[in-house]
């Protein structure tokens, strides 16, 4: 049974695999447009340099992602969902903590889960609120859950962004070998809208009992550029089965 019918008007796709980064942008025109090369030098160019210069890769990745669904004048909530973190600049902190150092006061504050989201509201005036969920395995499934629900209560555009890097090597056990950076952004407005394609959201009752989000994301972004039949968002504790409607 669907439960909700949703518009995505714009989407973006950012993965670093094999240290290959590529940035594949939707519009609501239905152009799909893909950018190679896209290193921390080259993203999040729309920032203010004043609010970019505190931002890393992960930051940058994140920013470059949610910029594309923005429209102009736009102040919608955001979700965004990670299910590390900054975790480079966690580990940064605690090294210093060990070896007795002074924390860094920049390391420290972008190390907050959704400091790359506040950046984004200072620099573009969201005003609008902005949650931020880390679900482990299914931080993805629960960002989607959650974008959904405010979408369906508010009745107006939500705005999902994720972004995960891969482990330091300190944590190579706890990541499986075929992990690399992804972010994603996706603009999600009421199915009345004339712009985008409207997709039906339906409860999965499939689960895994491993699911990675890196995977889930690059996926559903294959779907989205050829969104035939159904696509299976899959977790360990919630799902969803998307299909075009269009």
Not at 142 to 170: H, K, R
Request: net charge negative; with cysteine; aromatic share 8%.
């Amino acid at each position: 049974m669907t439960l909700l019918h949703a518009r995505m008007t714009h989407w973006a796709f950012w993965e670093n695999r094999d240290d290959h980064p590529v940035l594949k942008t939707r519009t609501p025109d239905g152009v799909i447009t893909p950018t190679i090369g896209m290193t921390s030098a080259n993203l999040a160019h729309s920032l203010k340099p004043v609010w970019r210069r505190r931002l890393d890769l992960y930051g940058r990745a994140a920013a470059e992602v949610l910029a594309s669904t923005l429209a102009p004048g736009g102040n919608p909530p955001v979700v965004f969902a990670s299910r590390h973190g900054n975790i480079s600049r966690t580990l940064k902190l605690l090294h210093q903590v060990a070896i007795g150092e002074t924390l860094s006061p920049a390391d420290f504050s972008m190390s907050v889960h959704n400091a790359p989201v506040g950046i984004a509201s200072i620099n573009w005036s969201i005003t609008q609120s902005h949650t931020a969920i880390a679900a482990g395995a299914d931080s993805f499934v629960a960002g989607m859950t959650e974008t959904l629900c405010q979408l369906a209560d508010q009745g107006e555009p939500v705005i999902l962004c994720y972004v995960d890097l891969a482990l330091p090597d300190v944590y190579n056990d706890n990541d499986p070998d075929d992990i690399f950076g992804v972010a994603f952004a996706a603009r999600l407005e009421p199915a009345g809208q004339k712009s985008g394609d409207v997709f039906g959201f339906s409860p999965e009752t499939r689960r895994l009992p491993d699911p990675q989000p890196h995977r889930q994301i690059c996926a559903l972004a294959a779907f989205l550029e050829n969104p035939d039949g159904a696509f299976c968002l899959a977790g360990k504790t919630a799902g969803w089965s998307i299909t075009h409607n269009d």
